[in-house]
């Protein structure tokens, strides 16, 4: 009765992890060294030059015991396994005006937690990490241009205005939970999720839709349709502009769409897949035209298929997938730079890292070929930008467990793949745990 | 589930996971489905119960090392003992606790719609309404009146007063009066907070 029930399986992942380290901090500790492989210390030779490890000051402790080049991409243990970094969102408005954010997951600390926000930028040359003020586990994120850039976790908002993130306060509202954000320009942006617990109105348990509008100065609550007397939640947004804007979400068994014309959420139908009522498309995107794509996956027991959907002006239209039916299958994000060239990333499906391509109005799997010793990482890609044709990124993190002979524990380390117009390749981050750094100098 | 034959006893996998932790996990698996549907029946809410079920096994994990195998010791016992203090704490704060999340580094992790349905499911919503019904006939006729009025039609407690014909002070009292007989009638059938 309980055997489909997602979180107690991801709960179940979760605590092995912890015991994994627990089994390997009795034994003796070791340095944990981020090697490269020569393939891909060439191809990114030039842009990332320095060495990195997980969590600094844990890792700094140990002995080396293993020379950085040979051998499976990460070595020695212990790793604590949420130790590391993992991307969730990038956006960007130009080729060089790309950030990436996430998590650095750590040892608890008192009133920090145990989830700190990443951000990085991408100047056109190299990535490297941005200063903020303290924030959680950046969950969703969005550019109205240059000087506009939003950041998201827990219930923080942070603004990026051109030379520095600030906080922006949003209204107190019990059991905010933010899921998306989006920007159409400097005094029009979205943030939607919904809000739980008992403080609802009467006849209420579950939770509420739950959107806040930023007018320039300030965010306000813009009351959203609520469909169901339990559960409600919204999401993702997408703001064109300021009387264009898409949200979509899910109620108990149904999946929830409104479009803001300026006034008023108006209802939008969303499409029913037969048998999985409470399964729909859960991400948006823009085709950089105006034109809108809505993704996400079943996930019905067992298996799942991954949903495509494109707006054709007065509907949703299914679009078929590429991907074959998986235990955990659905693109997460989606982008484009123009009608013909859209991309969606997600969960680790058939391929191991679900990157799809938008041709002549058919999505097309991609596989992206890594060296065999990066590929033993399970890899997860949550968010996507298309700048131009042959210019897009993707971002998100893998997850090496017992990678090599020893009994090492699983890491987490950052994934940022770029697109050039012909191929996908890892690029990493100076300073930070990452596929695509270079090894550190052995003694 | 009893072990089979090969199998470990629950107690043996508990005393066990203090030097192999991983043991850790076959006690989980075992235990997390009817520990879930223990949550969702007392709190009827599936969110809640997957946090409260996280942070019980979280804590479950962090103490598993004052777990003693005794001739009488039951580790299902011992988690259910972690599990009700859970339940009492949240019905205090309305919210799980972190803390043993937070120290192992476990995530916090939400619900998707249809996990939600599932758990939902496992509450076995008219068994409670049964159990409801039946406690809310044994209570006095004014009792009654005033709790249908006041809970399920959910009237603020002027409306009360005026159709039960007494003052707010006194449909106040006899709700609360009501409620509180009814929490001690539903506790065997339903299960209580503490």
């Known amino acids: ?443 | 589930m009893k072990p089979g034959p090969v199998e470990h006893t629950d107690e043996q996998l508990l005393a066990g996971s203090v030097a192999d932790p991983l043991l850790f996990s076959v006690f989980y698996e075992r235990c997390a489905g009817p520990m879930l549907a223990f949550f969702a029946r007392r709190t009827f809410d599936p969110d809640l119960a997957a946090d409260l079920t996280a942070e019980t096994f979280a804590q479950a994990f962090a103490s598993r090392t004052r777990f003693r195998i005794r001739a009488d010791s039951s580790a299902e016992a011992w988690l259910y003992t972690i599990a009700r203090r859970q339940l009492s704490r949240a019905r205090r704060k309305a919210q799980a606790e972190t803390r043993a999340r937070d120290r192992l580094g476990v995530p916090i992790r939400p619900l998707n719609a249809s996990d939600y349905d599932r758990i939902e499911a496992l509450i076995d919503f008219e068994a409670v309404g049964r159990a409801v019904a039946g406690a809310l006939s044994k209570l006095s006729t004014e009792q009654q009146e005033a709790v249908t009025l006041r809970v399920v039609e959910g009237r603020p407690y002027a409306d009360v007063a005026r159709l039960i014909g007494c003052s707010e002070l006194a449909a106040r009292a006899r709700v609360s009066r009501g409620l509180s007989r009814l929490a001690g009638l539903l506790e065997p059938t339903v299960g209580s907070w503490s």
């Open chain 1, 1 to 443: 009765m309980t055997d489909d029930i997602e979180f107690l399986k991801t709960l179940g992942d979760d605590l092995r992890a912890v015991a994994a380290t627990s089994s390997a901090r009795s034994h003796r500790p070791r340095t944990v060294v981020v090697a490269m492989p020569l393939a891909i210390s060439v191809l990114v030779a030039g842009i990332v030059v320095a060495a990195t490890h997980v969590d600094q000051g844990r890792a700094r402790s140990g002995p080396a015991s293993h020379p950085a080049t040979t051998g499976p991409f990460v070595r020695g243990g212990p790793v604590p396994p949420q130790y590391g970094y993992r991307l969730t969102s990038v956006v960007g408005s130009s080729p060089l005006d790309v950030w990436a954010f996430g998590a650095h997951q750590h040892k608890f600390q008192p009133g920090r937690g145990s989830m700190s926000g990443v951000i990085l930028r991408f100047d056109g040359s190299r990535w490297a990490t941005v200063p903020h003020p303290r924030i959680g586990e950046i969950r969703a994120a969005a550019s109205g241009g240059p000087d506009d850039v939003w950041a998201v976790g827990d219930r923080r908002v942070l603004h990026w205005d051109g030379s520095s993130w600030q906080r922006t306060p949003v209204p107190r509202v019990p059991g905010l939970e933010i899921s998306s954000i989006s920007a159409s320009g400097p005094s029009d942006a979205w943030l939607v999720g919904s809000r739980h617990g008992a403080r609802l109105p009467a006849n209420s348990i579950g939770s509420h839709t739950l959107a806040m509008h930023w007018d320039g100065g300030r965010w306000s609550v813009v009351p959203t349709p609520n469909v169901d007397h339990r559960y409600n939640g919204l999401s993702s947004v997408l703001a064109l502009s300021p009387s264009d804007v898409w949200t979509i979400g899910a109620a108990v068994r149904k999946r929830i769409g409104f479009h803001w014309t300026g006034s008023g959420w108006q209802s939008v139908p969303m499409p029913s897949i037969p048998h999985h009522t409470s399964s729909g498309p859960s991400a948006l995107g823009t085709d950089g035209a105006g034109g809108i794509w809505a993704v996400g996956a079943t996930n019905g027991p067992g298996y799942g298929d991954s949903l495509y959907f494109k707006w054709d002006g007065t509907r949703w239209v299914r679009v078929p997938s590429p991907h074959a039916l998986t235990q955990t299958p659905g693109p997460s994000a989606v982008s484009g730079s123009d009608p013909d060239h859209i991309w969606a990333v997600g969960n680790p499906c058939c391929d191991r890292y679900l990157l799809a391509h938008l041709v002549d109005g058919t999505w097309r799997n991609v596989r992206l070929t890594l060296p065999a010793r990066v590929r033993q990482f399970e890899a997860e890609l949550g968010g996507v930008v298309t700048v131009s044709a042959n210019d897009a990124w993707a971002v998100g993190y893998a997850y090496g467990q017992n990678a090599g002979k020893s009994a090492t524990a699983p890491a987490l380390a950052a994934l940022i793949l770029h697109w050039d117009g012909q191929q996908w390749r890892p690029v990493g981050v100076p300073g930070l745990f990452s596929i695509g750094s270079v090894p550190r100098p052995t003694k």
